[in-house]
């Protein structure tokens, strides 16, 4: 049974920083990709970041790009999103993603399992 479970989100000041931790089960990293998205109340759910298997190619929405980083750890299963410097427009539930694809894409149709997802709040 595959699963992704999403943790870390909360309430921080604008200018703080959160990470994100994604542990996955029922999937092997060196094959899936995987990614983060999210949602604010009232819009689409939009890309934010993923991380392709093997070489570990990385892409980034250009909101988010030099603030955010997403990394793995193949030994503990588990994906990360290092979140700094947060504006409140990066309040969201934030998901975690898995797909299948060899060179990095936030493109929805490639990701086939979802997380429940974390809230992350930015305000003062």
């Known amino acids: 049974q595959v699963q992704l479970a999403e943790s870390g989100g909360g309430l921080v000041q604008p200018g703080g920083s959160l990470r994100l931790s994604c542990v996955t089960s029922?999937?092997?990293?060196?094959?899936?990709?995987f990614g983060w998205f999210r949602q604010a109340p009232g819009k689409e759910r939009e890309g934010v970041s993923c991380i392709s298997p093997g070489d570990g190619g990385t892409s980034y929405a250009d909101s988010v790009k030099g603030r955010f980083t997403i990394s793995r750890d193949n030994a503990k299963n588990t994906v990360y999103l290092q979140m700094n410097n947060l504006k409140p427009e990066d309040t969201a539930v934030y998901y975690c993603a898995a797909g299948i694809f060899s060179s990095p894409s936030l493109s929805q149709s490639l990701y086939h399992d979802w997380g429940q997802g974390t809230q992350v709040t930015v305000s003062s």
């Open positions: 029922g999937f092997t990293l060196d094959y899936h990709g």
